[in-house]
T-cell receptor
Framework: GENVEQHPSTLSVQEGDSAVIKCTYS??????FPWYKQELGKRPQLIID?????GEKKDQRIAVTLNKTAKHFSLHITETQPEDSAVYFC????????????FGTGTKLQVIP | DVKVTQSSRYLVKRTGEKVFLECVQD?????MFWYRQDPGLGLRLIYF???????EKGDIPEGYSVSREKKERFSLILESASTNQTSMYLC??????????FGPGTRLTVL
């Protein structure tokens, strides 16, 4: 089955700096890669996703890149703000057949004002 | 706006009790999931269902069972709760190849 590894497990950055979280996946059939943000005491919510037919996607201060050959994808947050502090999860999924989604173990991001 | 709701936010049970956790979604999604979330271990899939009365084991199904009698409802059952099942349980739903939406979670404590 699919295995998703996520690094780092914790990340501290100064407000205004950039943050990068990296994930690798094992199943070359995976073709959908979402990123979720979970604030303390709240449910995970999708912040951005990418499908295997594109290499990069941006949404304001957030971007995700995908390297299918190397089987890794990354989340980039620029100009970080204190409200970006949360746990971030990457995931990988195959959009055909059964819809199992495999998550990474999460990255706790702390943005220091 | 997609809504996924769970029957309880907090639950305290005793060892050996049978526990039911219920999840309801209102978006006619085919796929529903149960995860448990523990610090440092991320979201681990317990069971998922891709249709009514259909279920598949996830990565950690031992000690759990599920039921999906109606498309909108997916139940997680702990036949005989144990202390190592103390955790946060998250339900989710999605349609094919699309965003997964999570419920608010149930924090279960087994004494």
């Amino acid at each position: 089955g699919e295995n998703v590894e996520q690094h780092p497990s914790t990340l501290s950055v100064q407000e205004g700096d950039s943050a990068v979280i990296k994930c690798t996946y094992s199943d070359s059939a995976s073709n959908y890669f979402p990123w979720y943000k979970q604030e303390l005491g709240k449910r995970p919510q999708l912040i951005i996703d990418i499908r295997s037919n594109v290499g990069e996607k941006k949404d304001q201060r957030i971007a995700v890149t995908l390297n299918k050959t190397a089987k890794h994808f990354s989340l980039h947050i620029t100009e970080t703000q204190p409200e970006d502090s949360a746990v971030y999860f990457c995931a990988a999924s195959y959009s055909g057949g059964y819809q199992k989604v495999t998550f990474g173990t999460g990255t706790k991001l702390q943005v220091i004002p | 706006d997609v809504k996924v709701t769970q029957s309880s936010r907090y639950l305290v049970k005793r060892t050996g009790e049978k526990v039911f956790l219920e999840c309801v979604q209102d978006m006619d999604h085919e796929n529903m999931f149960w995860y448990r979330q523990d610090p440092g271990l991320g979201l681990r899939l317990i069971y998922f269902s891709y249709d009514v009365k259909m279920k598949e084991k996830g990565d950690i199904p031992e000690g759990y069972s599920v039921s999906r009698e109606k498309k909108e409802r997916f139940s997680l059952i702990l036949e005989s709760a144990s202390t190592n099942q103390t955790s946060m349980y998250l339900c989710a739903s999605r349609t094919d190849g699309d965003t997964q939406y999570f419920g608010p979670g149930t924090r279960l404590t087994v004494l």
